[in-house]
């Protein structure tokens, strides 16, 4: 959700979301927007070695199941209505 970056925006800040002018607001939910799109890139396309083992196979697939829960919290975090307003975002 916005709220995890609207969180972040306050922390940083030490303002309070409504403090930010809407160019700001705006800018700010595009680049968190941007960035988890980038950390999911980053974990689809994350090449496993196998090796030449049953085990090494094993391994890889548990590694890429972890992947897998990992860029599903990553989508969690993005609303799927890309066109909120920042003041529909919480």
């Given amino acids: 959700m916005n709220g995890k ?3 972040a925006y ?4 030490e303002k309070t979301w409504t403090e930010a002018p809407p160019h700001c607001q705006k800018m700010w939910i ?3 927007h941007a960035a988890i799109a980038q950390a999911i890139t ?3 396309t994350y090449r496993v070695s196998v090796g030449n ?3 090494g196979e094993m391994a890889a697939e548990l590694t890429m199941e972890n ?5 599903d919290e990553l989508r969690e975090m993005v609303p799927n209505a890309r066109g909120q307003t920042p003041s ?3």
């Fill in 5 to 7: 970056a609207i969180d």
């Fill in 10 to 13: 306050e922390a940083k800040y």
């Fill in 30 to 32: 595009e680049a968190w």
């Fill in 42 to 44: 980053v974990v689809e």
């Fill in 53 to 55: 083992s049953a085990a």
């Fill in 67 to 71: 992947l897998r829960e990992l860029r």
């Fill in 88 to 90: 529909e975002a919480r």
